[in-house]
């Protein structure tokens, strides 16, 4: 199973990139950094083609597992990693780019975790699952690393 882990966070050597590098060196997966791109925020009239996100999405279509990893910030991923998401709707509203949205059914895809605390926040898991799985993937495993206070 070809897999990538996709990951955001504002400390490029921080604990999410850790957790990560643990995770491609046992499994041999490939990663893509989310904060080396520009992707900006979804807009109605998808204002924002001229960005990465169509480009890295594409990319990342070509994997049959995708591990999503982000830490927590305030409850929920990364506002990049939210961004990201968020831009899978422009492959809704148009109906043309609908064949290329339907290549996510049956990928397999996978939450990674981490902060301060011993689980994710319920709303953070809930998000990334119900919307993965709205899109046709199916949920392999939800991991959460838990690192002490730093303060």
Known sequence: MKTIV???????QGNTADACK???AQSGADSLYLDDFIIHDYTY????TDDDFR??????????????ASPVYWYAVT?????????ISEYMDD??????????RGKA?????????????????????KTCEYL????????????????
């Open 6 to 12: 996709v990951y955001s966070s504002s400390n490029k």
């Open 55 to 68: 480009g890295l999405f594409l990319e990342i279509l070509e994997y049959d597992h995708i591990v999503f």
């Open 79 to 87: 506002p990049r990693m939210k961004a990201f998401f968020d831009r």
């Open 45 to 48: 009239e998808h204002r924002h």
């Open 109 to 129: 895809f996978s939450i990674h975790t981490n902060s301060i605390s011993d689980t994710a926040p319920e709303p953070m898991v809930a998000m990334l699952i």
């Open 95 to 104: 109906k043309s780019l609908h064949p290329v949205l339907r290549r996510l």
């Open 136 to 151: 046709g993937m199916q949920v392999k495993e939800q991991k959460h690393f838990h690192y002490p206070q730093a303060y």
């Open 22 to 24: 643990k995770y491609i």
